[in-house]
């Protein structure tokens, strides 16, 4: 996917979020689990079986969606009604949303252009998003992804055969052909949708809208496939990281695209149905697509320049609300042991950033949660400035900030919140820093020793190994005289309620002989 158009002289009118991921659009969110997203054009799909007549994969110009829209050949799947299909400042959709139909099989495509240089008549006169196809438009005797494979030693790539004309059409048609199969889909309701033939390519406007509209587009599929063009797949990392699909999981978009996806995928608590297709139509399923630091959207690569702009404010538009979504998901289910671990180990993804703190904190104040985990998560010092704001008043008592990314301002931020804390007892800031100084200190000796006067001889303050055992022996040894301390109140209130249903008993039978008594109780 591509457009040439730079994203900042549309963002104004074309967007309503927040853009560089600071968290400006979000101070006024609702408590809401299910995020909303913008769908500011029509989410447009082409029936399968007309997808297979077409011979290849089409170009969405005025001439042709013209007619597949009279005829039916394209269908406006999803749209947005009485509003703008943009996002309101509290978090809910400016309009309505209308499925055309209800029963439809919505399948992605999700896959790397492959004739990047491919170029006619009518887009040379365009800017240079609109060059390239998502398919080989002439056979190519030796296949310009070789040299590329060979720089990839690791993954045992073969040779690929000569590039195919329309090559990709086939293994689409093939790949869907075989999740019909295996998941006995009714091939009449199978619907596609693929950027070349679904967003409009001769409308820059237009164009702008389908991508910023792309989050809620994937998120209104039920499959996401990848074609290929391998014969088999690597056996790296068991075969299963979408990373390794051989020139896929090295591109921005496409990272993007496996990204919401699998996000959107962990929010609705279900396995990831993304599926990567052979040349043969062999399927290999991905089903816990796993994000890495080092492997976001953003970091990877792009034929055209400008299309960095548009991934990053959607990565981040993802990252806002999926964070948000996760905390209150996770404090509504934690509220019965009054614990939440949003570790990345445990929860997933693991990208709490500031722009979550505020919902985070709604949410463990509305749930009276006590401990918490955000270990491996993305705080860094302005999350921690956020985190340090709300901690002195919140219910929490025992919390886990190792290896967030925290550096002095950060530590200087929470050292004055530990002290101002009501009742926090334990509070883990192992991992973080910025390196330490010669003597070892994480955050310098100055920032460290006010830590530790903060947190005094009242809150187990924990920086290294040594502290995170003696911090977890003493958390034991609460927590088992917090149980007793619980079962013992369970065994008094146990006898006082046996005793006050006596009681209740003996008075029931003088309400009868006397209804005008003073002892008559009131239910």
Same mark, same amino acid.
């Given at each position: 996917?591509g ?9 104004e ?10 968290g ?22 082409v ?27 394209l ?19 400016d ?6 139909? #209800? ?44 040299d590329?494979r ?28 075989s ?14 949708w ?6 409009y ?39 299963? +990281?979408? /990373? ?33 297709? %052979? ?85 463990l #104040? %509305? ?24 901690l ?26 530990i ?5 926090? #007892? ?7 820093? /910025? ?5 070892g ?19 187990d ?6 502290e ?6 003493? %958390? ?11 079962? +013992? ?7 006082? %309620? ?16 006397a209804?005008? +008594? ?6």
């Amino acid at each position: 996917m591509g457009c040439g158009q730079s994203l900042i002289d549309v963002a104004e009118n074309l967007t309503g979020i927040d853009i560089d991921g600071n968290g400006a659009v979000g101070g006024h969110l609702e408590m809401r689990e299910e995020p909303e997203f913008e769908l500011s054009t029509p989410m447009v799909v082409v029936p399968f079986n007309t997808f297979k007549a077409n011979g290849r994969i089409l170009k969405s110009l005025k001439p042709y969606r013209d007619e597949a829209f009279k005829d039916g050949k394209l269908i406006e799947y999803a749209k947005v009604v009485n509003g703008t299909g943009k996002i309101k400042p509290n978090g809910s959709l400016d309009g309505k949303l209308e499925l055309s139909k #209800q029963d439809l099989i919505t399948i992605f495509i999700s896959h790397r252009w492959w004739d990047v240089h491919y170029g006619t008549k009518s887009t040379k006169n365009l800017n240079n998003g609109d060059r390239g196809a998502p398919d080989w438009m002439q056979t190519i005797g030796k296949h310009p992804f070789n040299d590329e494979r060979k720089a990839q030693p690791w993954l045992d790539l073969a040779a690929l055969p000569p590039a195919e004309k329309n090559i990709k059409w086939k293994i689409i048609c093939a790949g869907v052909e075989s999740l019909i199969e295996a998941k006995g889909l009714d091939p009449e309701k199978v619907v596609l949708w693929v950027d070349w033939m679904c967003i409009y390519q001769d409308d820059q406007v237009e164009k702008l809208r389908g991508i910023m509209s792309l989050i809620k587009v994937a998120t209104l599929c039920d499959y996401m496939l990848v074609p290929t063009e391998e014969e088999a797949f690597s056996t790296f990392n068991g075969g299963k +990281s979408v /990373e390794d699909i051989p020139g896929y999981g090295v591109r921005g978009w496409c990272r993007l695209e496996n990204f919401i996806f699998s996000l959107w995928s962990e929010l609705k608590n279900r396995e990831v149905a993304l599926y990567a297709v %052979t040349r043969n139509g062999k399927l290999q399923h991905h089903p816990k697509v796993k994000i890495f630091k080092g492997g976001m959207p953003h970091s990877g690569d792009f034929f055209h320049l400008n299309d960095s702009g548009h991934v990053v404010m959607l990565e981040n538009t993802m990252i806002e609300k999926y964070g948000k979504s996760k905390a209150i998901m996770e404090c509504k289910k934690g509220a019965d042991e009054r614990k939440v671990d949003l570790s990345r180990s445990v929860a997933g993804a693991g990208m709490i950033r500031a722009v979550h703190i505020d919902t985070l904190f709604k949410a463990l #104040q %509305t749930y009276k949660i006590e401990t918490l985990s955000l270990q491996d998560n993305e705080l860094g010092d302005k999350g921690a400035a956020s985190f340090a704001k709300l901690l002195p008043n919140s219910t929490l008592t025992d919390v886990n900030l190792s290896q967030n990314g925290i550096g002095k301002e950060g530590g200087l931020a929470l050292a004055a919140a530990i002290k101002k804390s009501k009742k926090l #007892q334990v509070i883990d800031l192992s991992n973080n820093g /910025e390196g330490g100084d010669e003597n070892g200190k994480l955050f310098g000796e100055e920032i460290e020793e006010k830590l530790r006067q903060a947190a005094g001889d009242r809150v187990d303050l924990v920086l290294n190994v040594m502290e995170q055992l003696k911090a977890a022996t003493r %958390t034991r040894t609460r927590s088992s005289a917090a149980e007793t301390s619980k079962s +013992s109140f369970k065994e008094l209130n146990r006898s006082d %309620t046996k005793n006050l249903k006596r009681s209740n008993t003996k008075d029931l039978k003088s309400e009868t002989a006397a209804p005008n +008594s003073l002892d008559t109780f009131m239910f």
